[in-house]
């Protein structure tokens, strides 16, 4: 049971608050005065019933009290959160996602330690961005399409040259060798002290909101050596949501596995790849407006032939939509 001043203020306080700590702080509020006054309610009907009007009026008195209490707190935190917007306003939003190209390897896990971009052309231009899930992720979770956000920060307008990836040490890649799956240790050359660099070059204007797509393309980013170490190179393809379009299709049967491609002129010449999914689906994203051939390569084990599909456009904003590639 839910009282309809309580419905109310969270409607209205939800809408106000974008802060996620807030809004955990202002839930549990309104779910511990909904027990208090749940449980002081029964009680008062209790003492109606034997008879005790004095000690109802007290337990009405203690109903305004913390009322009048949560109705404080609430004005706090509502001045808090607009504290917030107004810090926030006149600023850009920058949001950095994370995607992979697939890659011929079991797992690839990276350490993130942190993302930072760089306002000035110098080493103490660089800026830490806020909301970064610290951890290890594995990279080839984040193909077929698949992205997650590792930063979302509010930022001051101007020009932007560069943004990094900062790595721990606790990076490592799992290789099938025969019949098992052996982990190696895998050496990030200046991953923690200089960090994984990419030029941005981009000038962010204030109220509007941006997304920078970091596509890792694993396959080319993992290296053996001859003593038979392995080295993360990075080959990061950098595009901005705004700025770019997407691919996405299916093939029939969908049992199908396989990798697919774009490319302009010749095969050889990959723009961007991924796999199809367990449904025979694929989705390249953060390409460029432009005009590509898309090519589906089944796997070997499938018996299919490659097939292309020419003439694919992409629009900046918007998401082209093959038409479904059939496999007889």
């Known amino acids: 049971m839910r009282f309809q001043w309580q419905i109310e203020c969270e409607w ?12 955990i702080v202002l839930w549990a509020t309104f779910r511990l005065l909904f027990v208090l006054e749940y449980y002081v309610r029964i009680n008062k009907s209790r003492i109606v019933l034997h008879g005790q009007p004095d000690a109802a009026c007290v337990l009405n008195s203690t109903i305004m009290k913390l009322k009048n209490l949560v109705f404080a707190f609430v004005v706090a935190l509502v001045f808090a959160a607009c504290s917030k917007d107004n810090n926030e306003s006149g600023k850009a939003l920058l949001n950095v996602r994370l995607t992979d190209v697939p890659a011929d390897f079991v797992a690839v896990n990276i350490d993130l330690q942190g993302v930072q971009i760089n306002f000035a052309n110098d080493s103490n231009g660089w800026i830490a961005l806020a909301g970064v899930p610290v951890g290890v992720y594995n990279l080839l979770d984040f193909a077929a399409g698949a992205d997650t956000l590792i930063a979302s920060d509010f930022l001051k307008p101007g020009y932007y040259s560069q943004i990094r990836l900062i790595l721990g040490s606790n990076n490592s890649i799992d290789v099938k060798e025969g019949d098992k ?77 396989g990798f697919v491609y774009i490319y302009k002129t010749l095969p050889t010449d990959t723009i961007a790849s991924t796999f199809l999914n367990d449904m025979g689906e694929y989705m390249l994203k953060g390409i460029a407006a432009d005009t590509y051939v898309l090519r589906v390569v089944p796997s070997t084990e499938s018996g299919f032939p490659v097939k292309e599909v020419a003439d694919v456009v992409v629009v900046k904003g918007e998401v082209t939509e093959v038409p479904v590639i059939m496999f007889p």
């Open 12 to 23: 209205l306080l939800m809408r106000i608050l974008r802060d996620f700590e807030l809004r």
């Open 181 to 257: 799956v052996n982990n190696y240790l895998l050496k990030v050359p200046s991953g923690s002290t200089s960090g994984l660099k990419l030029n941005l070059q981009k000038d962010l204007r204030a109220g509007v909101a941006y997304t920078i797509l970091l596509d890792f393309d694993a396959a080319r980013s993992v290296v053996k050596k001859g003593n038979g170490d392995f080295l993360l190179k990075p080959v990061i393809r950098m595009s901005m949501e705004a700025e770019s379009g997407s691919i996405m299709g299916k093939v029939h049967p969908d049992s199908i596995s």
